[in-house]
């Protein structure tokens, strides 16, 4: 299948992507767009221009500033419209291709727009479901013995973070003040982190809600998923350790965390299905599913210091997670909690088994005894002021690439 | 100064007090009101009938179902229009009691309404503020002799928590399932909390928000809280202990917090100020405040069993707060995390020093060694279904009591 846009075969967005997201440009206000090539297809446009008419929807709902409203009408509506955008892009269809009228009121290029937050984030959990994350970091806090904690393999771990920091990729990043202690120290002091580290996540939107009570399993989870975002967990590893016991992580990662601006849909990545890691012992009931839930989605993480080129520090893959998106979903809703439109569930620090696929600084550097050296022969322990820290995914099968695009963000010096 | 509705001496909502909230009758939809004795004043219709003419307001800000674009608007307006409120019901006014047109289109009997919740919940966090429960709790479950961590004195300990569960009081709170595991298991089952305990909380909405990176301090902070409610922090126990280590309470919490219906503004709550705890160690800089912050608010917990009499099991008090409000905002913004409009930050459990004066069945039965005996000849060591879990707080000075009316909910047999 091919589009009538020219296409780049290194694009993370052919016509088998389209994903969703929300944009603006010095014409246009706020509104739903899909990504396609080097463009942006304007959903509010092409549903005023009436070509959603068999779709039963109320064109004013891409007319908003995030999604939540058109992922509420649900999975039939999603799928339907993300049908017809495929219908109307392909090769062998002239209703926009077939008028420059059509077109210039259609598309955008991507360089002309700027992307926006995709959802008005109601509630943040962020999971802790990569095994070997998990492994590393009890190696190096607690036990190499006992890395995992007696839980870990029963629970997909997890916690609620705060929902009013998520913040979209190009988004400056503030380095945190805080209390820090160091262990020789007799009290605490306040100031800027000094171990600033980012860690590679992705995160799933949820587009449809629960009722207070009700729970869902894994296997239902599928229809309450809209789809994953690239997801940046800034995290200050000193103010981290000095807070975090006994009600875990609070400010070390409240300040801000960033999420790309493409709302890549479940659809889009079901070529990308793999069974995920054994799970031993095994699951609760609660917990059990069918199917395949993992997804094989490249992940690579770059730093690029002010005025020099990208670094590439780390290569990891989605697969690699314990504990499914369809688990976590269940898990959370397992005690009554509502899920609500717009949710965002964050998968921990996707770390694999080998040195270099490790997703945060704090393993990359095992606690910053290893630094990497970067190409413009300075070295990092954790994030400097004024270096950009970018994430990139994609899939890719039978040569054709479904990508995420990117997140970055730039780390300023604390105020 | 007294009104000319007749109000008991024992109402919690003198002229004095004037606290927000939503509610609904079969004739009116969800709009804003204001507590008055026996009554509500509806301030849709006071604002429609051009009462509030003089000051700067959109009556449609009134037709809504959460106070949030009304708080939005700033201290000086919510000031303008509980000012103009307390002049209307002031004895020596006439223009809503001259005519008992005016009074009917006005004024709402508390028993015909139908309280719903006053804000849409953004963000949520629960802190743990009071050094007795916190004692309590490390006494229990680590080491009598350093119960407090060595963070506790120098960090106002908060986590984040679930919004989407936050309902009002009077909503029937479901028993959550979970996972739990006894100390000689194996592994965890899943199935009903068996440690289904009550949290006595007081809870703060924010009113006004920061940009992300920005900062406040605690002096600052009394223009940031538009008003107080009681909070049910709702806790499943033996979940709570299986799941909580590293990264903090989650499911054993999400389930859902109850609070009572009236926001009672700070402005209200000025006559019970009072100095706090000493601060030993004195907290950094970023903590420090002048002027008294704590609030003298007695505060009693109720169990009632289905088809018998409340049974008060609690009092205890707000001022004992070792952390103020100001402070834990402060503390909130200190990294930059935004604040934002319909905010709440709760309290963490309120115990005071002697036994009867401990807010969770957890402290009063210390871990259910030690029952609560009911006046229906049953005993508690945690909540039982069909029990409703009752609180109630008032201020009391100078023979004027501001109260908070109360948060309720009857705990139903789990799914």
Redesign the interface.
């Known amino acids: 299948m091919h589009s009538w846009i020219e296409i780049s075969p290194d694009s993370d967005f052919p016509i088998q992507n389209l994903p969703f997201g929300i944009f603006e440009t010095d014409d246009r206000d706020p509104r739903v767009g899909v990504a396609i090539g080097e463009y942006v297809l304007d959903l509010c446009a092409v549903a005023r221009l009436n070509f959603f008419e068999l779709i039963d929807i109320d064109p004013n709902v891409f007319h908003r500033p995030y999604l939540n409203d058109f992922i509420a009408l649900g999975k039939p509506t999603w799928r339907a419209v993300r049908n017809r955008v495929s219908a109307l892009l392909r090769n062998d269809n002239d209703e926009i291709s077939g008028s420059s009228d059509m077109i210039d009121k259609c598309l955008v290029k991507q360089s002309d727009v700027r992307m926006l937050m995709p959802v008005k984030v109601?509630?943040y959990t962020d999971f802790?479901s990569s095994i070997e994350h998990a492994t590393n970091v009890g190696t190096m806090f607690r036990d190499p013995k006992n890395a995992l904690?007696?839980?870990w393999k029963?629970?997909p771990?997890?916690?609620?973070?705060?929902?009013?920091?998520i913040?979209v990729s190009g988004?400056d990043i503030?380095r945190?003040?805080?209390?820090t202690?160091a262990p020789d120290a007799d009290?605490?002091?306040?100031g800027p982190s000094r171990l600033l580290d980012f860690e590679l996540e992705v995160a799933f939107i949820t587009g449809k809600e629960t009722k207070?009570?009700e729970?869902i399993t894994p296997n239902e989870a599928d229809n309450y998923i809209f789809g994953l975002v690239l997801f940046n967990d800034w995290s200050?590893r000193d103010?981290q350790t000095?807070?975090?016991?006994?009600?875990?992580?609070?400010?070390?990662k409240?300040?801000?965390s960033s999420i790309s601006p493409w709302v890549v849909t479940l659809d889009a990545l079901e070529p990308f299905k793999v069974k995920g890691p054994a799970q031993d012992?095994k699951p609760?009931?609660?917990l059990e599913f069918s199917g395949n839930h993992n997804y094989d989605i490249k992940l690579e993480v770059l730093i690029q210091p002010e005025g020099a080129a990208e670094n590439s520090i780390c290569h990891s893959n989605f697969k690699y997670m314990y504990w499914n998106m369809n688990q976590q979903l269940a898990?959370?809703s397992?005690?009554?909690?509502?899920?609500?439109v717009g949710?965002m569930y964050a998968s921990g620090t996707i770390s694999g088994s080998d040195k270099g696929s490790y997703g945060s600084m704090l393993e990359l550097t095992w606690r910053g005894t290893q630094p990497i050296k970067l190409s413009d022969g300075t070295e990092r322990k954790f994030i400097n002021d004024y270096d950009t820290v970018i994430m990139r995914g994609y899939g890719e099968r039978n040569g054709i690439r479904i990508g995420f695009g990117e997140v970055k963000g730039k780390v300023l010096p604390a105020?």
């Open positions: 109601g509630n802790y904690l007696p839980n029963h629970i771990i997890g916690y609620h973070g705060r929902a009013s920091s913040v988004t503030r945190p003040n805080g209390q202690k009290a605490p002091t306040f207070l009570g729970s200050a103010m000095w807070e975090y016991v006994p009600l875990g992580p609070f400010l070390a409240s300040f801000a012992p609760l009931p609660y898990h959370q397992s005690n009554g909690c509502n899920i609500q949710d105020l």
